[in-house]
């Protein structure tokens, strides 16, 4: 099964500074790849999919990049509302393995 | 309104049985593919269970492999997961996720508790 790597584990930056977080494939997945955000006692909620797609609804500070093996979730100006854990997740085939997760707050 | 909604989750010994259902409201249930994810105390994402929208295809997570059984009603809108064998490591809270590839909707998750 292809395994999901992300990183860091967790991060802490100030309001307004530019947050990327990566997500590593075992093997390539195109660009079959969702980002979620799941805010302390939340429910996930779906960012991205198909690496770069905005979900309709999600603030344009969210953007994605990358294909093949190697991905990015970038948040241009960090707000304290995104505060949460990210997660990556690929859907080429099963199992829709997720990845660790990162935890963003703010410093 | 477009919604997922669990139940069925509680407190089961180790060798246990429960049943979860997912009650979906909103859209056309039979054309959807369904999954269970869960996600245990303090711990990430965990994707368990898959269902093709006409049920004909299932896919398992080896973590339950032989143990759960996934299974959905298209008449009454509903998705099912049948938990037999239950472990202390199963204790989770169980989401079900509407599938399109991705998953763009989900509910709102039901604790499942084993322990002794």
């Known amino acids: 099964d292809i395994q999901m790597t992300q990183s860091p584990s967790s991060l802490s930056a100030s309001v307004g500074d530019r947050v990327t977080i990566t997500c590593r494939a075992s093997?390539?997945?195109?660009?079959?790849l969702a980002w979620y955000q799941q805010k302390p006692g939340k429910v996930p909620k779906l960012l991205i999919y198909?690496?770069?797609t905005l979900q309709s609804g999600v603030p344009s500070r969210f953007s994605g990049s990358g294909s093949g093996a190697d991905f990015t979730l970038t948040i241009s100006s960090l707000q304290p509302e995104d505060v949460a854990t990210y997660y990556c997740?690929?859907?080429?085939?099963?199992?829709?393995?997720f990845g660790g997760g990162t935890k963003v707050e703010i410093k | 309104e477009v919604q997922l909604v669990e139940s069925g989750g509680g407190l089961v010994q180790p060798g246990g049985s429960l049943r979860l259902s997912c009650a979906a409201s909103?859209?056309?249930?039979?054309?959807?593919?369904m999954n269970w994810v869960r996600q245990a105390p303090g711990k990430g994402l965990e994707w368990v269970s898959y269902?093709?929208?006409?049920?004909?295809?299932?896919y398992y997570a080896d973590s339950v492999k032989g143990r759960f059984t996934i299974s959905r009603d298209n008449a009454k809108n509903s998705l099912y997961l049948q938990m037999n064998s239950l472990r202390v490591e199963d204790t989770a809270v169980y989401y079900c996720?509407?599938?399109?590839?991705?998953?763009?909707?989900w509910g709102r998750g039901t604790l499942v508790t084993v322990s002794s």
């Open positions: 909103g859209f056309t249930f039979s054309t959807y593919e």
């Open positions: 093997q390539g997945i195109n660009n079959y």
């Open positions: 996720a509407r599938d399109r590839g991705y998953f763009d909707l």
């Open positions: 198909a690496a770069s």
């Open positions: 269902i093709s929208s006409s049920g004909s295809t299932i």
């Open positions: 997740q690929k859907y080429n085939s099963a199992p829709q393995t």
